[in-house]
């Protein structure tokens, strides 16, 4: 018995549950007649199954030219028919508020049973729309999904002026960072601009334009309307804005932030954060260590508490920072509010902040973690869950949760060098040695913490992600103008001068870090690290991160592409001799070197034969997690989140093949 007859069976028993799930089975194995597909929509619709799969397979039908009338009548019955007053009544709400704003020069609003658009609730958050003269549905559309799509704000020398913009989320966008023309001394209405006023009105009935009005920043153009840009206001309104004072840029006006992430170490973080700081439309400071943000969140929450009660004593506060006091006294108490304001008042950093500027600057954050460590569970159906606590911190941040508009970044680093450069940190700064504190430090295994490490792999619940791009350090080193050109504009932001240089505090080509390449300097792109790894430790790195070196076009240089048995993942591991030498010493110094065993009431230190067994058995365990490892990555490389929804790759930043300097690396 097919899958089909299976379906069949259990519905003529009463068995609905059974039947639903077996329909769904039988049109998700394809190869159903076109009769049995509509028979298993309909099924599902009637009997309560998953109504999204009968959707998609009415949509899919009509698409096809198949049972087109009997496939738009359960549609327009089943999902738009129950909706349509809600739809009328939001677009009549927002006619009659449009009718009374100044700003839009046209009136002429058809009645609701003329617009061009009929829009098909497809789930609670989006619709598909429908156009009744061409018969066709369009693609499913989430008018609030949280991405910002274009370069806005690519050029600031004359207002906003946006073209057929029809994204809710978008809208709030514009009207939040565009700043009111009395702030800024000079006109300032943000433009939209519309090719056609009848589908204008058509998504009036999906959008709510009417908060949008009460300011009266925006200047609604339908057309041929567009002559029109920009209005000279002294001379049509008699509003001269130049006699408004530059209103300094407040912790209120920060709606956005540029989240800058951290892959893990040595990808570049850094250099980025030289070539972004001073920008005239950032609130940009170098990495910070997100403990350190924490505490400095929480000790202004206890200086807003004492100052709370002072207040409820009688006493008026007094603050040390003026911008504290102005948090205090307007409200402005938020983890978020507080974070703005710790980055304001680093004045040092704030030199190159633009106040007259168009729009609010986005806050620039590198929040920095001591270790990123990611591990692996297994799901069901044999895929793999990934793991990180440190990553899962940020998520839950009150802060990051606070802004309504995120943008995120993260760059990266080809994995072999980017491991070895660290392990070289590691051994020549502190971990092979006590620090400077006295503390007993390891060295990590640092090939099988990358081969672990996939923070570049998306959440696709994960709001932080939404709206997600990752650039590679070696574009950004080797081809600078079409690299921070093309990152510019996804973080809508100008690509400015202050981007053409690195600096630290507006001062060009300084080292931000002892041992830092300078500026653009492209040493550290060919630099390979070899005396702090071996080739089968970077064979290992390869294999094990085969698809993210496909997916973000680096060449092997170790691991020649083939198939991979146990027999050379044991030679791989057999070969981490560099990494395994170092682990040891770290072991030996700091460690194993100060325990103590007692003898006929006294103490002494663990000789050396001790030792080297100790030794020989941390390399054994560290080996046998090592091939578990790669065991388990030998077949295929598909990984999931803690609900089962499959991971994927964070989009790679595109280059325009036109301002390539150099050609591109591999």
């Not at 068995?15 to 039988?26: C, E, G, R, V």
């Not at 108490?333 to 007259?356: C, N, P, T």
């Not at 672990?452 to 932080?464: A, K, Q, V």
Request: contains cysteine; negative net charge; charged residues 25%.
């Amino acid at each position: 018995m097919n899958t089909i007859d299976l379906a069949r069976r259990c519905a003529e028993l009463g068995a609905k549950d059974d039947a639903n799930n077996a329909y769904i089975l039988a049109l998700h194995q394809g190869g159903l007649a076109p009769e049995e597909r509509l028979e298993a929509a309909v099924y599902l619709l009637r009997m309560n199954g998953p109504y999204q799969i009968a959707y998609t397979e009415f949509v899919r039908l009509y698409r096809e030219g198949l049972f087109r009338p009997e496939c738009l009548d359960i549609l327009t019955d089943a999902f738009y028919l129950p909706n349509v007053r809600l739809l009328k009544a939001r677009y009549e709400k927002n006619c009659a508020a449009l009718a009374r704003y100044p700003y839009l020069f046209r009136k002429d609003f058809p009645k609701f049973e003329e617009l061009p658009l009929r829009f098909f609730p497809y789930d609670d958050k989006g619709y598909l729309p429908f156009d009744p003269d061409a018969q066709a549905f369009g693609d499913y559309v989430n008018f609030n999904h949280p991405a910002v799509s274009r370069n806005f704000f690519k050029n600031l020398d004359n207002p906003i002026l946006a073209q057929d913009v029809y994204s809710q989320y978008e809208l709030e966008y514009l009207y939040d960072n565009v700043r009111p023309s009395e702030d800024i001394g000079r006109e300032n209405h943000l433009y939209l601009h519309y090719t056609s006023w009848e589908t204008f009105c058509a998504y009036l009935q999906v959008l709510n334009v009417r908060q949008l009005l009460e300011n009266k920043k925006i200047v609604f153009l339908m057309e041929d309307e567009i002559g029109r840009y920009p209005i000279d206001f002294k001379e049509e309104y008699g509003v001269d804005y130049s006699q408004y004072p530059v209103k300094p840029i407040g912790v209120s006006d920060i709606h956005r932030m540029i989240w800058h992430t951290q892959l893990s170490s040595d990808n570049g973080g850094d250099f980025f954060n030289e070539v972004f700081d001073n920008h005239p439309n950032l609130i940009c400071l170098p990495s910070i260590m997100l403990d350190y943000v924490e505490e400095s969140i929480q000790k202004a929450k206890d200086v807003f508490a004492e100052a709370d009660k002072a207040r409820a004593a009688g006493h008026t506060p007094h603050f040390d920072k003026k911008l504290a006091g102005q948090c205090y006294w307007n409200g402005n108490r938020s983890e978020k509010d507080i974070l703005v304001m710790f980055f304001m008042l680093q004045g040092a950093y704030m030199g190159g902040l633009d106040h007259a500027a168009r729009i609010a600057p986005a806050l620039f954050f590198q929040p920095h973690l001591a270790h990123i460590d990611y591990d692996m569970d297994h799901g069901a159906h044999d895929r793999t869950v990934l793991l990180s606590a440190q990553y899962d911190k940020i998520r839950s941040s009150p802060v990051f949760q606070a802004f309504k508009y995120i943008k995120t970044f993260t760059p990266m680093r080809r994995f072999t060098t980017s491991a070895a450069a660290t392990f070289r940190w590691q051994i020549e700064k502190r971990s092979a040695l006590k620090d400077e504190e006295g503390k007993r430090t390891i060295v990590s295994d640092l090939a099988m913490d990358r081969s672990l490490n996939r923070s570049f792999m998306i959440d696709p619940e994960d709001r932080l992600y939404k709206d997600s791009v990752l650039v590679r350090f070696e574009d950004g080193k080797t081809n600078p103008k079409a690299t921070f050109t093309a990152l510019a504009a996804f973080l809508d932001i100008p690509y400015t001068e202050s981007m053409t240089y690195c600096s630290e505090k507006g001062v060009h080509d300084v080292e931000t870090a002892a041992g830092n390449a300078v500026g653009f300097d492209t040493a550290t792109v060919y630099r390979t690290y070899d005396e702090y790894a071996t080739d089968e430790e970077r064979a290992f790195i390869e294999f094990c991160l085969r698809d993210a070196y496909e997916f973000y076009g680096y060449d092997f240089h170790y691991y020649d592409g083939g198939p991979v048995d146990e027999a050379q993942i044991e030679r791989w591991v057999k070969g981490f001799t560099k990494i395994n030498q170092f682990i040891a010493l770290s072991w030996k110094n700091n460690v194993l070197s100060e325990l103590t065993v007692t003898e006929n009431g006294g103490e002494k230190g663990i000789d050396e034969d001790t030792q080297e067994v100790a030794i020989s058995k941390i390399k054994e365990k560290y080996d046998t997690i090592r091939l578990k490892l790669a065991k388990r990555l030998m077949g295929s490389l598909y990984f999931i989140n803690q609900n089962g929804q499959p991971l994927r790759m964070m989009p790679k930043l595109e280059l325009d093949p036109a301002l390539l300097e150099q050609p591109l690396y591999h």
